[in-house]
């Protein structure tokens, strides 16, 4: 089964909470590498079973215009596999090879309304304590995120903050999806177009099965919580505002090539991300790639991760349960 991520954590608070994952700290399992041997810390495995490159995801991609990754946020493995495959992207995909194309990085970690700021410390306008001051970063950026925006920075990329603000998604999960409505032109310039999608049948599946796993392993103790009826939309806005960013990213870009991560409950399935980016930029060519902590790394299972990705990488868990 898909491991969960902090990403759900907020869903079992009580309605109007703000999103864990955005404002508790997690602890990070171990340290992250500087370089991975294949096989040893991780596993790629592609629909069928078989076990693939990175390099063999990135020459997937070369004809595509997106590549969704999903990550469980404190799985350190994942965060150094996520950096290999961006600098693999610009490489391949931004080079010759791949047509020239421009890879525009983008994140889930960043919210549409400091886009400018992102902009500014990109053109080396601003200095990264500024750009962090003025963005507030996920926790453990400097350990996760940075990497990646450095990495694009250094090869003069677009990064695109691609997540809805924080405060209309605590808006959504305490008075619903219509409360947007009477936000102000310019909030919603920070927001995809309303309505946004709701969550499809099969979201919602995936969703409640989720709750309801949570709430069986709660505490007895830690009673008092309940599941808003809104968490889900709050998880659509957040699904619609990514999928809605990368859909204005390949406008803008035309022969542009986006790399997007994001937690994995966003991109498994291909529900949520997938779906929003199919309703706004219908033909959109997609390669979804899913991480997920295991103890045993070669353990792929058909019915646990066939349909999670077109390639799903088991990372190798470094407290495994005894």
């Known amino acids: 089964m898909l491991r969960r ?14 999103c864990a994952a955005q404002t508790q700290d997690v602890k990070p399992h171990g340290e992250a590498r500087t370089s991975i041997e294949d096989g040893v810390d991780y596993a790629i495995f592609d629909r069928q079973g078989q076990r693939v490159s990175l390099a063999d995801i990135i ?21 150094a596999f996520e950096i290999e495959l961006l600098e693999a992207a610009y490489e391949v995909i931004g080079s010759g090879q791949g047509g020239g194309r421009t890879v525009l990085l983008s994140l889930e970690m960043f919210e549409r309304d400091v886009q400018y ?33 450095e990495a694009a920075k250094a090869n003069g990329s ?13 808006r959504v999960t305490s008075e619903g999806p219509e409360s947007l409505w009477v936000l102000s032109a310019d909030a919603k310039e920070f927001l995809p177009p309303l309505p946004f999608p709701g969550p499809s049948n099969r979201y919602r599946e995936q969703w409640d099965a989720l709750m309801a796993e949570e709430m069986d392993e709660m505490p007895a103790s830690d ?3 309940e599941v808003s009826q809104n968490a889900i939309h709050s998880q659509a806005l957040w699904d619609a505002s990514m999928g809605y960013s990368i859909s204005q990213a390949l406008v803008r870009n035309l022969a542009g090539f986006v790399v997007h991560f994001a937690g994995s409950f966003h991109v498994a399935s291909d529900t949520g991300i997938p779906e929003t980016l199919a309703d706004y930029r219908p033909g959109t060519y997609v390669t979804t790639v899913v991480m997920t902590v295991v103890d045993d790394i070669e353990a792929w299972s058909a019915e646990e991760h066939q349909e999670l990705a077109d390639y799903v990488v088991l990372t190798k868990n470094p407290e495994p349960a005894t």
């Open 158 to 170: 677009p990064v695109v903050a691609a997540n809805a603000p924080r405060r209309y998604v605590s």
């Open 5 to 18: 991520s902090v990403l759900f954590a907020t869903a079992l608070s009580v309605a109007g909470a703000p």
């Open 59 to 79: 020459q997937a991609s070369v004809s595509d215009d997106v590549l969704l990754v999903g990550e469980e946020h404190d799985d350190m493995i994942g965060h």
């Open 117 to 149: 700021v992102l902009d500014e410390y990109l053109a080396g306008l601003i200095s990264e304590s500024h750009f962090l001051r003025s963005t507030h970063p996920w926790p453990f950026y400097e350990e996760r995120y940075r990497p990646l925006v």
């Open 223 to 225: 009673g008092g919580h």
